[in-house]
C-alpha cells in the first residue's frame, strides 16, 4: 500500500490518493472530517485554524458507502490562498528555505515554503483516517496524548506555557505519545531493515516537519540501565504468551509481539517567528531579518493527530502484507 499527496500551502487544494486499500471498507466523508477537525484543535494554534474549516471530498474509490479496492483519491480545498503569489527572498532559519532554494536553483523561496509547509500533514491525517477506519474493523486502536510542552510536564501548567512564549512572540514545542492496542502478533519482520516495524514507525514520525526524534517504548532511557531491568520478561498464562512490562513498545526484532506499540516523537518549536531570527536575503545576500509568515505558536497537538495518522498508515501497510487480501472479508477469514 502506498499514498502520494499534492498541492501547496496556500495553493487551490491538496490532493492524495491512497492506493492498495481493499474493497468493502465502509468509509464515508464525515469518518474523515472527524480526524481532520482534531488536526485543527489545539491550544496555540494560529490565525489560519480561524479561516480553513477542512472538510475532504471523495473523489474516486467509493461506491455507495464502501471502497471497492482502486485508488482512493481525496481532495481538500484551500480557502487561504492570498500568499501564493508573494515573492519571497528573505530566508527563515530552521525552514527548509536555503537547503530547498539551493536544490531547486530558485531565487523566490515561496516555491520552497509552500510544499515544505505542514499544510501537507491535513491531506496525510485524511489519508490516516482511512487507515484508522480500516484498523477499527479489528479492533486495532490508535490513539494519542501530549506528554510535554516547552519541557513542562505538568498537563495543568501546558497553556501558561504556550501563552509566555506567545507573549515573548516565540513559539514552542514538545513531545506527544502515540499508542496502539489490540496489535497482533508477528507485524513486520526481522528479515531484511526495510522490514522492521520499529523503523517504518520511526521513519514515518520522523517525516512529519518539525519531528526532531523519535522513541518506542523505554526508547533513550533504556541506555542508562541495565540489561536486567529493561527486557520484559516473558510468561505463560491462560493459553498465550504474556509480558508483564512493556519497555519494548510493544516491538521486539523489528516485530509486534502482542503488546501494545508505544511511540514517542520529539517536536521542535515552530521556526516562524513573530519576531524573526537574523538571517540573510537570498538574492541580495545582504544581512536581514526572516521573513515572517502566518504560524502557530504551539502545535504539539496537532502533529500528535498526524502521527497517529502516520502511524496507522504504516499499520495498516503492515496488515495488509501479513494477512493478504483483497477483500475486507478476505482479511477477516486469513485473521
Not at 78 to 87: G, I, P, Y
Given at each position: 500500500?502506498?499514498?502520494?499527496?499534492?498541492?501547496?500551502?496556500?495553493?487551490?487544494?491538496?490532493?492524495?490518493?491512497?492506493?492498495?486499500?481493499?474493497?468493502?471498507?465502509?468509509?464515508?466523508?464525515?469518518?474523515?472530517?472527524?480526524?481532520?477537525?482534531?488536526?485543527?484543535?489545539?491550544?496555540?494554534?494560529?490565525?489560519?485554524?480561524?479561516?480553513?474549516?477542512?472538510?475532504?471530498?471523495?473523489?474516486?474509490?467509493?461506491?455507495?458507502?464502501?471502497?471497492?479496492?482502486?485508488?482512493?483519491?481525496?481532495?481538500?480545498?484551500?480557502?487561504?490562498?492570498?500568499?501564493?503569489?508573494?515573492?519571497?527572498?528573505?530566508?527563515?532559519?530552521?525552514?527548509?528555505?536555503?537547503?530547498?532554494?539551493?536544490?531547486?536553483?530558485?531565487?523566490?523561496?515561496?516555491?520552497?515554503?509552500?510544499?515544505?509547509?505542514?499544510?501537507?500533514?491535513?491531506?496525510?491525517?485524511?489519508?490516516?483516517?482511512?487507515?484508522?477506519?480500516?484498523?477499527?474493523?479489528?479492533?486495532?486502536?490508535?490513539?494519542?496524548?501530549?506528554?510535554?510542552?516547552?519541557?513542562?510536564?505538568?498537563?495543568?501548567?501546558?497553556?501558561?506555557?504556550?501563552?509566555?512564549?506567545?507573549?515573548?512572540?516565540?513559539?514552542?514545542?514538545?513531545?506527544?505519545?502515540?499508542?496502539i492496542v489490540n496489535v497482533p502478533a508477528g507485524l513486520g519482520s526481522h528479515v531484511h531493515y526495510d522490514r522492521r516495524l520499529n523503523a517504518l514507525l520511526a521513519s514515518a514520525l520522523m517525516s512529519i516537519p518539525a519531528i526532531k526524534g523519535v522513541e518506542v517504548g523505554l526508547g533513550f532511557e533504556a541506555s542508562r540501565h541495565r540489561g536486567s531491568k529493561v527486557h520484559d520478561e516473558i510468561f505463560y498464562e491462560?493459553?498465550?504468551?504474556?509480558?508483564?512490562?512493556?519497555?519494548?513498545?510493544?516491538?521486539?526484532?523489528?516485530?509486534?509481539?502482542?503488546?501494545?506499540?508505544?511511540?514517542?516523537?520529539?517536536?521542535?518549536?515552530?521556526?516562524?517567528?513573530?519576531?524573526?531570527?537574523?538571517?540573510?536575503?537570498?538574492?541580495?545576500?545582504?544581512?536581514?531579518?526572516?521573513?515572517?509568515?502566518?504560524?502557530?505558536?504551539?502545535?504539539?497537538?496537532?502533529?500528535?493527530?498526524?502521527?497517529?495518522?502516520?502511524?496507522?498508515?504504516?499499520?495498516?501497510?503492515?496488515?495488509?502484507?501479513?494477512?493478504?487480501?483483497?477483500?475486507?472479508?478476505?482479511?477477516?477469514?486469513?485473521?
Amino acid at each position: 500500500m502506498r499514498f502520494l499527496t499534492a498541492g501547496e500551502s496556500h495553493g487551490k487544494c491538496l490532493i492524495g490518493i491512497l492506493e492498495g486499500m481493499v474493497s468493502n471498507l465502509p468509509l464515508s466523508e464525515a469518518d474523515i472530517n472527524k480526524e481532520l477537525a482534531r488536526r485543527q484543535e489545539g491550544y496555540g494554534r494560529g490565525e489560519r485554524m480561524k479561516i480553513e474549516k477542512d472538510t475532504v471530498e471523495i473523489l474516486s474509490g467509493l461506491r455507495k458507502g464502501k471502497t471497492i479496492g482502486s485508488p482512493i483519491a481525496l481532495m481538500i480545498n484551500n480557502k487561504s490562498t492570498e500568499f501564493f503569489d508573494q515573492v519571497v527572498t528573505k530566508l527563515r532559519p530552521g525552514h527548509a528555505d536555503l537547503a530547498g532554494a539551493l536544490k531547486y536553483n530558485t531565487g523566490d523561496i515561496r516555491n520552497i515554503l509552500e510544499r515544505s509547509s505542514a499544510r501537507e500533514t491535513a491531506m496525510r491525517v485524511a489519508i490516516g483516517a482511512i487507515c484508522k477506519k480500516f484498523l477499527a474493523q479489528f479492533k486495532v486502536i490508535v490513539s494519542s496524548k501530549v506528554e510535554e510542552i516547552g519541557g513542562e510536564k505538568n498537563k495543568p501548567r501546558f497553556n501558561a506555557v504556550i501563552d509566555e512564549a506567545k507573549e515573548a512572540l516565540d513559539s514552542v514545542g514538545g513531545i506527544f505519545e502515540i499508542k496502539i492496542v489490540n496489535v497482533p502478533a508477528g507485524l513486520g519482520s526481522h528479515v531484511h531493515y526495510d522490514r522492521r516495524l520499529n523503523a517504518l514507525l520511526a521513519s514515518a514520525l520522523m517525516s512529519i516537519p518539525a519531528i526532531k526524534g523519535v522513541e518506542v517504548g523505554l526508547g533513550f532511557e533504556a541506555s542508562r540501565h541495565r540489561g536486567s531491568k529493561v527486557h520484559d520478561e516473558i510468561f505463560y498464562e491462560k493459553g498465550k504468551f504474556v509480558h508483564k512490562t512493556n519497555n519494548a513498545g510493544g516491538i521486539e526484532g523489528g516485530m509486534t509481539n502482542g503488546e501494545p506499540i508505544i511511540l514517542k516523537a520529539a517536536m521542535k518549536p515552530i521556526a516562524t517567528l513573530v519576531k524573526p531570527l537574523k538571517s540573510v536575503d537570498f538574492k541580495s545576500k545582504k544581512a536581514t531579518s526572516a521573513h515572517i509568515e502566518r504560524a502557530d505558536t504551539c502545535a504539539v497537538e496537532a502533529a500528535a493527530v498526524i502521527g497517529e495518522a502516520m502511524a496507522a498508515f504504516v499499520l495498516t501497510d503492515a496488515f495488509l502484507q501479513k494477512f493478504g487480501g483483497d477483500s475486507l472479508e478476505e482479511i477477516r477469514w486469513r485473521l
